[in-house]
Nanobody, 119 residues
Framework: QVQLVESGGGLVQPGGSLRLSCAAS????????MGWYRQAPGKQRELVAT???????NYADSVKGRFTISRDNARNTVYLQMNSLKCEDAAVYYC?????????????WGQGTQVTVSS
């Protein structure tokens, strides 16, 4: 099982920035996708951004142009740079790793880190 530990959450004002980090440890297959999801109170967990081992990324429309996902494969770490934060970005952000092997996949999740956007 892969263990994921997020960090970097906190309180920021609207328009501010934060950078989240997620370090993975344990057994991982080389073919994997790392990403960020978030869940606000009363809402479903939603995709924020994902990034392939090769660097190809995709983003939710709501964050495109404001957030940037990146990864350091040597360190098994994924980052989320969040700029121009809005109140609606406030949520618990969860790190995710999807492992692919033999035509199947498996998801592992971090414990979450709180992002609060408030004036």
């Amino acid at each position: 099982q892969v263990q994921l530990v997020e960090s970097g959450g906190g309180l920021v004002q609207p328009g501010g920035s934060l950078r989240l980090s997620c370090a993975a440890s344990g057994r991982m297959f080389s073919f994997n996708v790392m990403g960020w999801y978030r869940q606000a109170p009363g809402k479903q967990r939603e995709l924020v951004a994902t990034i392939m081992s090769g660097g190809s990324a995709n983003y939710a429309d709501s964050v495109k142009g404001r957030f940037t996902i990146s990864r350091d494969n040597a360190r098994n770490t994924v980052y989320l740079q969040m700029n121009s934060l809005k109140c609606e970005d406030a949520a618990v952000y969860y790190c995710n790793v999807r492992l692919f092997n033999a035509g199947a996949h498996r998801d592992d999740w971090g414990q979450g880190t709180q992002v609060t956007v408030s004036s």
